[in-house]
């Protein structure tokens, strides 16, 4: 029965969730709009990888690139083009859903050029171009939330743009994304301009962080001894626990403080996005980073496979705020145990911005290629 689909339970307890990558294919198979249907989704993330592996792997889009390559087209304008062509495509799709929730669901998320991570001026200038080809109020544009970036989140918000910010992992930084947010969201009310439309999500990568501590947790369980016993105890539970604790930041700042007069305008709070959600470790469950983080107004983006997996065996509840307290000992006893949490998170988020460039310039290789009319 469609009523017991546990993708649709999870509306209930106030989470949406998003597909974390879109083809042309699914598009034309109708593979995508069924997802809306049956399962409820209520968003979809493009990044320049997906594509890349799409006009490896795939035909779906051989014809517009020969199309392109014929009019002269740069590799960055094909990939705008295609990209572009998909997301308005698919927002289209999600019309609907947005129209009849009030602008609060059905997004599709457009990455700004990853090169840019570093360039203040240079991504809201882009960012500025591509909301502007795109045209419809259903679309965010990514911004990757470095410190160069917050500047940048400030004056799209300002600007009335829909923005994703992308790569967040450590607490800190997050604060420093919501802050931005919120001072967008005052200067365009100091602008006399309206705020009520405007949407956007930070995007809290989580398996990353597990990926990266816990083999320094197994070589202290390994050791032995009192740190490797601590160790057992928290192995596989620091996403989890920063989530959690992201979560608190969040009601704190959008519920409870400067954003309140905000609010009373109209306006809305960003919302807590779970990315890097499929499980990396085959010992951890497949439903890993579902199952603890269901919680009222926030997203979760997931791969296809996380997807299928919890509709066949998720179990929904609201689980979000259980355990926070125990989230926070699993940060303390990191600490103990000579892991800086912060360091762990910066070095995400750097290595972070060097995996999308390398995505990014493997497409555009692979696009350039295409351009001279070779195979690749």
Same mark, same amino acid.
């Given at each position: 029965?469609?009523?017991?689909?546990?993708?649709?339970?999870?509306?209930?307890?106030?989470?949406?969730?998003?597909?974390?990558?879109?083809?042309?294919?699914?598009?034309?198979?109708?593979?995508?709009?069924?997802?809306?249907?049956?399962?409820?989704?209520?968003?979809?993330? /493009?990044? +320049?990888?997906?594509?890349?592996?799409?006009?490896?792997?795939?035909?779906?889009?051989?014809?517009? $690139?020969?199309?392109?390559?014929?009019?002269?087209?740069?590799?960055?304008?094909? =990939?705008?083009?295609?990209?572009?062509?998909?997301?308005?495509?698919?927002?289209?799709?999600?019309?609907?859903?947005?129209?009849?929730?009030?602008?609060?669901?059905?997004?599709?998320?457009?990455?700004?050029? +990853?090169?840019?991570? =570093?360039?203040?001026?240079?991504?809201? !200038? @882009?960012?500025?171009?591509?909301?502007?080809?795109?045209?419809? +109020?259903?679309?965010?544009?990514?911004?990757?939330?470095?410190?160069?970036?917050?500047?940048?989140?400030?004056?799209?918000?300002?600007?009335?743009?829909?923005?994703?910010?992308?790569?967040?992992?450590?607490?800190?930084?997050?604060?420093?994304?919501? #802050?931005?947010?919120?001072?967008?969201?005052?200067?365009? $009310?100091?602008?006399?301009?309206?705020?009520?439309?405007?949407?956007? /999500?930070?995007?809290?990568?989580?398996?990353?962080?597990?990926?990266?501590?816990? +083999?320094? $947790?197994?070589?202290?369980?390994?050791?032995?001894?009192?740190?490797?016993?601590?160790?057992? @105890?928290?192995?596989?539970?620091?996403?989890?626990?920063?989530?959690?604790?992201? =979560? !608190?930041?969040?009601? !704190?700042?959008?519920?409870?403080?400067?954003?309140?007069?905000?609010? %009373?305008?109209?306006?809305?709070?960003?919302?807590?996005?779970?990315?890097?959600?499929?499980?990396? %470790?085959?010992?951890?469950?497949?439903? #890993?980073?579902?199952?603890?983080?269901?919680?009222? %107004?926030?997203? %979760?983006?997931?791969? &296809?496979?996380?997807?299928?997996?919890?509709?066949?065996?998720?179990?929904?509840?609201?689980? &979000?705020?259980?355990?926070?307290?125990?989230?926070?000992?699993?940060?303390?006893?990191?600490?103990?145990?000579?892991?800086?949490?912060?360091?762990?998170?910066?070095?995400?988020?750097?290595?972070?911005?060097?995996?999308? /460039?390398?995505?990014?310039?493997?497409?555009?290789?692979? $696009?350039?290629?295409?351009?001279?009319?070779?195979?690749?």
């Amino acid at each position: 029965m469609i009523d017991e689909n546990p993708l649709l339970k999870l509306q209930e307890y106030g989470q949406s969730i998003w597909l974390d990558f879109i083809r042309r294919g699914m598009l034309e198979s109708g593979k995508l709009k069924q997802l809306i249907e049956e399962d409820g989704l209520r968003g979809v993330t /493009v990044n +320049p990888s997906i594509l890349d592996e799409a006009i490896r792997e795939t035909d779906d889009y051989e014809e517009a $690139l020969e199309a392109l390559a014929a009019e002269g087209k740069t590799p960055r304008e094909m =990939y705008e083009t295609l990209a572009i062509g998909d997301v308005q495509r698919a927002a289209d799709l999600f019309r609907p859903t947005y129209d009849r929730t009030d602008g609060h669901h059905g997004f599709v998320s457009l990455e700004v050029s +990853p090169r840019l991570a =570093y360039d203040t001026e240079g991504t809201v !200038q @882009r960012v500025r171009y591509l909301w502007q080809k795109l045209n419809r +109020p259903n679309v965010m544009i990514k911004v990757p939330g470095t410190e160069e970036g917050l500047p940048a989140i400030q004056q799209l918000t300002a600007d009335g743009i829909n923005v994703n910010v992308t790569l967040l992992f450590g607490l800190p930084r997050y604060r420093q994304v919501a #802050k931005a947010y919120i001072q967008g969201i005052e200067e365009r $009310l100091s602008a006399g301009k309206p705020v009520d439309r405007i949407a956007s /999500v930070a995007s809290f990568f989580l398996s990353r962080i597990n990926v990266l501590v816990d +083999p320094m $947790l197994e070589e202290m369980i390994a050791a032995g001894g009192t740190d490797g016993e601590k160790a057992a @105890r928290i192995r596989g539970d620091a996403a989890i626990a920063s989530a959690k604790l992201a =979560y !608190q930041i969040c009601k !704190q700042v959008f519920e409870e403080g400067r954003f309140r007069a905000a609010a %009373n305008q109209g306006a809305r709070g960003q919302r807590l996005l779970w990315a890097s959600t499929s499980t990396k %470790n085959p010992e951890y469950s497949d439903i #890993k980073y579902v199952e603890p983080l269901i919680g009222e %107004n926030t997203v %979760n983006t997931l791969p &296809l496979r996380t997807i299928d997996a919890y509709r066949d065996h998720g179990g929904p509840a609201p689980r &979000l705020e259980e355990g926070v307290a125990e989230a926070r000992k699993t940060l303390q006893i990191l600490g103990e145990l000579g892991i800086d949490i912060d360091e762990v998170t910066q070095q995400l988020e750097d290595e972070g911005v060097e995996k999308f /460039v390398k995505s990014y310039d493997q497409l555009m290789e692979e $696009l350039e290629k295409r351009a001279k009319g070779s195979s690749g």
